[in-house]
Nanobody, 127 residues
Framework: QVQLVESGGGLVQPGGSLRLSCAAS????????IGWFRQAPGKEREGVSC????????YYADSVKGRFTISRDSAKNTVYLQMNSLKPEDTAVYYC????????????????????WGQGTMVTVSS
């Protein structure tokens, strides 16, 4: 049984940085994509950034381009989201998901029914 566990959230001032981690355990299919999503109170879920399991290609939402970077460490079965120049509007619960999707479909649609979601980690950007 595959599990995803997010970590690294917390309280940070505007302009600060955080690095989120998504650690996977169990049997992992190398070709599965990993995506970072967020949801703020009163707003719909938003795909933030996704990375391909086949060739490492990436996708970023327009709101985070140039500020966030997604990467993966295959040896540790972990995907990271480096968040720089954080803004108050980045405040949300961030969570990761795994599924058989292209990076664009992963972030726009989400994982298929056979995909997996983590529990999420809270990011608060405030002075």
């Amino acid at each position: 049984q595959v599990q995803l566990v997010e970590s690294g959230g917390g309280l940070v001032q505007p302009g600060g940085s955080l690095r989120l981690s998504c650690a996977a355990s169990g049997f992992i299919k190398d070709y599965y994509a990993i995506g970072w999503f967020r949801q703020a109170p009163g707003k719909e879920r938003e795909g933030v950034s996704c990375i391909s399991g086949s060739d490492g290609s990436t996708y970023y939402a327009d709101s985070v381009k140039g500020r966030f970077t997604i990467s993966r460490d295959s040896a540790k079965n972990t995907v990271y989201l480096q968040m720089n120049s954080l803004k108050p509007e980045d405040t949300a619960v961030y969570y990761c998901a795994m599924g058989e999707r292209t990076v664009q479909s992963m972030c726009i649609i989400g994982p298929p029914g056979g995909g997996l979601w983590g529990q999420g980690t809270m990011v608060t950007v405030s002075s």
